[in-house]
């Protein structure tokens, strides 16, 4: 779905059209998919899922301290898609596509990455790998590496397992949380032949983006033998109360998913109206760890330019 009128009167929130910024979806489009589409409420102007993908007038709002690159990755970026910032990790920027458009994600700026790690059949992505024998995990990221084909995946991690230095291989993608389908059996037979272990890492922020589809897909993914694990945004209006994190961590469980990092926002440009402040993320964790199971409270983070790892807050 790329209209938000249309979108909007599907769910019967014909009224919300004031709210919607023409420049802000001109500049990153509304883009989510039907399967996820059909996980918002009907009727409910403060749905969780539909503000994560709603262009509207606050992304017009110029706030000081949000800008452009706020994670410092144009600084990073070593050679063709692959960023070494991480200390023993590549990260592979694979593709700059996804199939949703977060309004609260950096890639609004950067919708068509220019030097994806897939460009020239992998061959400058692996050249770096190979040559730097300190790299011991290859995380393939992007934009989300699911929207390239299973067939250029596998050229990745058959050029990859000829590498003996890497050890281990993660996958962070959102699509089996927004386009479930995409985990199919082409899929699940290339993840079922790697010779590593493998992390998968999805992006879940609220409770209901989980339904039964999404359940089999994980359930699917478990089966070739991923080990799953979720990292959401605390975003304002979404998931900025304790019983809401408290429902992802249980609803990610229930689903076979490891709560693993609770991010702050990157103060990116035209995202302002999302941020939690820290003290009340601090705040927020704090009750969520004493309420939940210790292995249900993920680790409340901020990613800072320069730093080699996440900062706990
Ligand atoms: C933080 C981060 C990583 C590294 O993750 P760790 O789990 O801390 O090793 C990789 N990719 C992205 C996009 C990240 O933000
Ligand atoms: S799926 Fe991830 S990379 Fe893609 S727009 Fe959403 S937050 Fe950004």
């Known amino acids: 779905m790329r209209d938000p009128r249309e979108l909007l009167s599907m769910l019967g929130l014909e009224t919300l059209a004031a709210t919607v910024s023409a420049p802000a979806a001109a500049a990153f489009a509304l883009r989510v998919p039907h399967a996820f589409i059909a996980r918002m409420r009907h009727g409910d102007r403060a749905d969780p899922l539909l503000r994560q993908v709603l262009p509207v007038l606050d992304e017009e709002r110029v706030v000081p301290g949000f800008v452009l690159d706020a994670v410092g990755d144009a600084a990073a970026r070593a050679g063709h898609g692959v960023i070494r910032k991480y200390r023993g990790r590549a990260l592979l920027v694979a593709t700059g596509s996804c199939a949703i458009n977060c309004r609260y994600c950096f890639r609004r700026h950067f919708p068509y990455a220019e030097q994806t790690a897939a460009a020239g059949n992998w061959r400058e992505a692996v050249a770096a790998i190979a040559a730097d024998p ?92 991923a080990t799953l694990f979720n990292q959401a945004v605390l975003l304002r209006g979404v998931n900025d109360s304790v019983d809401a994190l408290a429902a992802l961590s249980e609803r990610s469980w229930q689903a076979g998913v490891v709560p693993y990092y609770l991010h702050q926002l990157d103060r990116v440009a035209g995202t302002a109206h999302f941020e939690v402040d820290d003290a009340r993320a601090r705040e927020l964790h704090q009750a969520l760890a004493a309420r939940l199971s210790g292995y249900l409270v993920p680790r409340l983070v901020r990613e800072v330019a320069g730093d080699e790892g996440k900062r706990p807050l």
């Not at 010779?195 to 983006?209: K, S, T």
């Open 134 to 225: 300190g790299i011991d995990e290859v995380i393939l990221s992007g934009g989300d590496p699911l929207s390239l084909s299973t067939a250029k995946l596998a050229e990745l991690t058959t050029a990859l397992a000829g590498i003996a230095h890497v050890r281990r291989l993660r996958i962070h993608s959102r699509l089996p949380v927004v386009l479930p389908a995409r985990v199919d059996d082409e899929l699940l037979a290339w993840l079922g032949a790697l010779p590593w272990p493998l992390a998968f890492v999805i992006h879940a922020n609220h409770g209901n983006e989980f339904d039964a589809e999404v359940d089999a897909a994980l359930a699917r993914l478990r089966g070739a033998g």
